[in-house]
Nanobody, 124 residues
């Protein structure tokens, strides 16, 4: 079992930055691939980014490439999402999730554990 708690969301102006954190319980954090997803009002949840168990491989959705950076600190049981050059369309609830897959994946079905989400609001 893994429990995930996101933090770091908030209100920011367009062009600004936020860093989301996701703290995980348990001693096996290093064995999980971690993902970030988001859900805007009235829309389906969508993939944002994922990172491999060791942190050496990362994957991004096309619309966040070059603006967002995912990282993983296995010693702190924490995964981060650094978000720069934020846009109003990035407004959503952001979720972190843990998967037992070896490599990062965009598929929601691969993720067994989910956090409660943190709200990110970008004003224009």
């Amino acid at each position: 079992q893994v429990q995930l708690v996101e933090s770091g969301g908030g209100l920011v102006q367009a062009g600004g930055s936020l860093r989301l954190s996701c703290a995980a319980s348990g001693r096996t954090f290093s064995t999980y691939t971690m993902g970030w997803f988001r859900q805007a009002p009235g829309k389906a949840r969508e993939f944002v980014s994922a990172i491999s168990r060791s942190g050496g491989v990362t994957v991004y959705a096309d619309d966040v490439k070059g603006r967002f950076t995912v990282s993983k600190d296995n010693a702190k049981n924490t995964v981060y999402l650094q978000m720069n050059s934020l846009r109003p369309e990035d407004t959503a609830v952001y979720y972190c999730a843990a998967s037992s897959t070896r490599w990062p994946t965009e598929s929601e079905n691969a993720y067994s554990y989910w956090g409660q989400g943190t709200q990110v609001t970008v004003s224009s």
